[in-house]
């Protein structure tokens, strides 16, 4: 299993363009309210900007995306807004994996899907197993997601693997049952709609991840404000806890 360097036990390195983006893909009610039409209005146009973010991630060179699309808490919404959320869910894999195929793009969905209905999981296992050889992009979709919940489902499947150990856990051993294991931590935070908050997202992977918040509503999040949020991430000053003066030195860090 490959894993990557972690940001608390290796300096990581600080690519110009963040290699690993996560979004929390916030606003669609609200942009849909202020045009009088249903909040599920909001959902649908948010999978139109989905489909340029993967786009613009492609141009780009990002080489891992990964969007929030329904937390754990999400299940509190009005039970029709649920159900809609999940048709639109069905309805955008049987729609948009051809072209995420074609563009190279690898697709997983990460979080508890066992909630799920056996149709939607069915479609989530189809479009993991087509799209598994693809390198361009990683696309991950975090859906019944809780950072809470990845942590405690790591904990459990590290324990049962090895029963018999008594000496101390280190983060290397829970890192491999994290469920995005395979992916390096996210260089770029992005949370649209305004809130700045994490809503219990990836907690252990966005330990040292730039953190960007920005007013507009995800389905207004077009290719100008993805540049926007590159060009602030590029201004940043990621120090891995040293000082600036070491930064701009040549010398090489400790550890
Ligand atoms: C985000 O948009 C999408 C989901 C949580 C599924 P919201 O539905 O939270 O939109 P607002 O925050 O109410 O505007
Ligand atoms: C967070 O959005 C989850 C997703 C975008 C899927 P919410 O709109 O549900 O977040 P809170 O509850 O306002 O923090
Ligand atoms: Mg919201």
Redesign the pocket.
């Known amino acids: 299993m490959a894993l990557f360097s972690s940001s608390t036990r290796q300096i990581p390195s600080a690519p110009a363009v963040p290699e690993h983006v996560a979004v929390i ?7 849909a309210k202020k045009r009088f039409m249903p ?1 599920v209005a ?2 649908v146009k ?1 999978v139109d900007a989905v489909r340029e973010m993967v786009r613009h991630c492609l141009d780009q060179g990002v080489r891992y995306l990964t969007l929030f ?3 754990s808490e ?1 299940w509190r919404r009005p039970q029709e807004e649920v159900s809609l ?1 999940m048709q639109l869910f069905v309805k955008a894999l049987e729609q948009e994996v051809d072209r995420l195929h074609r563009n190279g793009v690898r697709l997983r969905v990460i979080g508890d899907l066992s909630r799920f209905e056996p149709r939607l999981q069915q479609l989530i296992q189809a479009a993991e197993a087509r799209t598994a050889e693809n390198t361009q992009l990683d696309l991950t979709i975090a859906a019944n997601y809780g950072g809470r919940w990845d942590i405690m489902q790591a904990v459990n499947r590290m324990l049962a693997a090895q029963p018999d150990k008594h000496d101390t856990w280190q983060e290397s051993d829970l890192e491999p049952y994290l469920t995005m294991h395979y992916a390096p931590e996210p260089d770029l935070f992005i949370r649209t ?1 305004g809130e700045q908050r994490i809503s219990n997202f990836l907690l252990w992977q966005l330990a040292y991840a730039e953190l960007y918040f920005t007013d507009t ?2 389905p207004d999040f077009d290719q100008a404000a993805f540049g926007q949020a590159i060009a602030s991430y590029q201004q940043r000053e990621r120090r891995f806890g040293r000082t600036s003066e070491q930064l701009q030195s040549s010398a090489p860090p400790h550890a």
């Open positions: 893909m916030d606003g669609n009610g609200r942009w909040r909001g959902h948010g699309a329904f937390s999400n959320l709609g509503l995800w």
